[in-house]
């Protein structure tokens, strides 16, 4: 199986259970059980019906994720120096665009792979701001390779949000604005054949590369 799906996979996972356990006030050690368990039903309930209708899973997959991350403020951040110039109609399409394709890649994932194969030890890093967070988390294969994810939280309103995750040393967030800034040069500043064309895969990609350099 390949590691871009594995760690796509495994990172939705993750997103769902620590969101929920900093979203409920309780510790992520507390609540990383239920926030697997709210995943898996998910999952559980449309993956027999997969090659059918696969849109049945992307569907609760999203709807999911959307009460935990903030789509919205990552999208703007992934945009970077391009937000202000883009019009409000572009960046709603970005953030629907955006959100739709991590969904359907890592719901390729889940069906790719075997997470129960996966052990989670997660860690809170106290931080000075108050209203931001880091969870920390090992992913610990069958075989002993360990690979670090840092998620990344903002207290919105009452809230805790994911705004950004941390791969084995890459940060999402900052890999996703170089992709766009770069497909923003090679198409001449057009906002709306960048937004159609979009995908995760070239961060995603660059991931399973470092990944495999490490193993060499």
Same mark, same amino acid.
């Given at each position: =199986?390949?590691?871009? !799906? $594995? ?10 259970s $620590?969101?929920?356990?900093?979203? &409920?006030?309780?510790?992520?050690? &507390?609540?990383?059980g ?5 995943? +898996? ?7 027999a019906?997969?090659? +059918? ?7 609760? @997959? ?10 919205r403020?990552?999208?703007a ?6 937000f ?6 572009? /960046? ?5 665009? #955006?959100r ?5 890649? #890592?719901? /390729?994932?889940?069906m ?5 194969e996966f052990d ?8 000075r701001?108050?209203? %931001?967070?880091?969870?920390? @988390? ?7 390779q ?6 990344? @939280?903002? &207290?919105? %309103?009452?809230?805790w ?14 890999? #996703? /604005?170089?992709?766009?800034?770069q497909? =923003?040069?090679?198409?001449? !500043? ?14 995603? &990609?660059?991931?399973q590369q470092?990944v495999e350099a490490?193993?060499?």
């Amino acid at each position: =199986m390949g590691l871009i !799906r $594995v760690i796509g996979g495994f990172c939705l996972l993750s997103l769902v259970s $620590v969101s929920l356990a900093w979203g &409920q006030g309780a510790s992520p050690e &507390q609540r990383v059980g239920e926030g697997i368990e709210a995943l +898996t039903e998910a999952f559980e309930a449309h993956k027999a019906d997969y090659e +059918t209708d696969p849109a049945a899973l992307y569907a609760a @997959l999203e709807r999911t994720l959307d009460d935990y991350v903030d789509f919205r403020r990552i999208s703007a951040s992934v945009m970077g120096r391009y937000f202000r110039a883009a019009s409000p109609e572009q /960046r709603s399409a970005f953030v629907r665009v #955006f959100r739709d394709s991590l969904v359907r890649t #890592f719901g /390729r994932g889940l069906m790719s792979f075997d997470y129960r194969e996966f052990d989670l030890e997660l860690r809170s890093r106290p931080m000075r701001n108050p209203n %931001q967070a880091n969870v920390e @988390l090992d992913v610990l294969a069958a075989n002993g390779q360990r690979f670090p994810v840092v998620f990344v @939280l903002e &207290q919105i %309103q009452e809230d805790w949000k994911i705004v950004n995750v941390v791969v084995n040393g890459i940060n999402l967030g900052l890999t #996703f /604005r170089s992709q766009f800034e770069q497909a =923003m040069e090679q198409n001449r !500043r057009d906002f709306d054949r960048v937004i159609a064309q979009w995908t995760p895969d070239e961060a995603l &990609q660059e991931i399973q590369q470092q990944v495999e350099a490490e193993q060499q």
